[in-house]
């Protein structure tokens, strides 16, 4: 089903927030209410941090994992063509959760990564480390290792989907891996892609992204992940263009199903409202930081 956020679904997503993020900037809007536990808004171009909640705080991330799952297989330079056969190995025995690709499913290299990025497909994910040099315990070390020469203090990865919640990061680390991610033209095309189809035999696989605010004309989305487990919550990171920037977006642990999309929604609001024409935003980067405000 294709999800459109207007202003009323809005102000009855964002009912309730109890969370209050307060601009320094006497030109700014006076607050924003996230329901996020953790978020990081960032000029891509200049670096300059435009939000930060608990941004420094290591919390499951849940299959935000599959990025790091994607670059380390594309660092790799394998045959993207190369046919992988899902097989019970790849079956989700932690949580039990749903896939729609069958035992015996046979796609390429390229359309795994595909489905793990677009539809969050676990099997695709787990496939890709287990078909690496090496085997599974290989590519969580090499999903650690790119995390370490990226600089991620905060994060820790035990598998490649992201159904443990040993899976862990912060959201200051989560926003330099998005941009590590960005420069992967494949990981931006397939992660924004809308749908996409498998054929297994005669049978058509249908899948969809899961992120809809893809499917929102008023967004344009450069990269995009979503995640959830129960430890987690609701996560989303994103590249995107609001206003006249190019942003980064990271909100994690949100605990309603849609709410995620709503601090998304609210942000964009807040940033296209601050770099209208009849404002001034003249002043250093520090007095414009949004902090939020704990009891």
């Known amino acids: 089903m294709v999800v459109r ?7 009855l997503m964002c009912a309730g927030f109890s969370t209050s993020l307060h601009a320094v ?15 990081v808004v960032q000029d ?25 799952t994607a670059m380390v297989v594309l660092d790799g330079n394998p045959n993207m063509e190369e046919m992988i056969t899902i097989d019970k190995g790849d079956k989700d025995t ?7 690709l069958p035992m015996g499913t046979r796609l390429t290299r390229r ?3 595909l489905v793990a990025l677009m539809a969050s497909e676990n099997r695709a994910a787990y496939s890709l480390g287990r078909t690496f040099p090496g085997g599974i315990a290989a590519f969580v070390a090499a999903m650690n290792e790119k995390a ?7 994060t820790r990865f035990v598998d490649p989907t992201g159904l443990s919640e040993g899976n862990v990061s912060s959201a200051q680390d989560l926003a330099r891996l998005v941009e590590a991610a960005s420069h992967y033209p494949l990981i931006c095309a397939f992660s924004t892609q809308r749908e996409c189809t498998i054929l297994r035999g005669r049978r058509q696989l249908y899948f969809t992204n899961t992120n809809a605010l893809i499917r929102n004309p008023h967004w344009r989305i450069d990269l995009s992940k979503t995640g959830y487990i129960s430890e987690g919550g609701r996560c989303l990171v994103m590249q995107t263009q609001l206003g006249q920037r190019s942003v980064l977006i990271v909100l994690l642990n949100s605990s309603g199903r849609y709410t995620h999309f709503a601090d998304a929604i609210r942000i964009k609001q807040w ?11 003249g002043k250093p980067a520090a007095t414009r930081m949004l902090q939020a405000h704990h009891p």
């Open 271 to 281: 940033i296209e409202a601050s770099d209208s024409p009849r404002r001034e935003w």
């Open 44 to 68: 891509e171009r200049t670096g300059e941090i435009l939000l930060l909640k608990r941004a420094d705080f290591a919390m499951p991330i849940a299959s935000i994992t599959k990025l790091m």
């Open 148 to 154: 370490r020469v990226l600089g991620l203090l905060e």
């Open 94 to 100: 932690l949580r039990h959760s749903s896939s729609r």
């Open 111 to 113: 359309q795994a990564v």
């Open 25 to 39: 900037s006497s030109r700014a809007p006076r607050s924003l209410q996230l329901h996020s536990a953790a978020a």
């Open 5 to 11: 956020f207007g202003t009323a679904v809005l102000a």
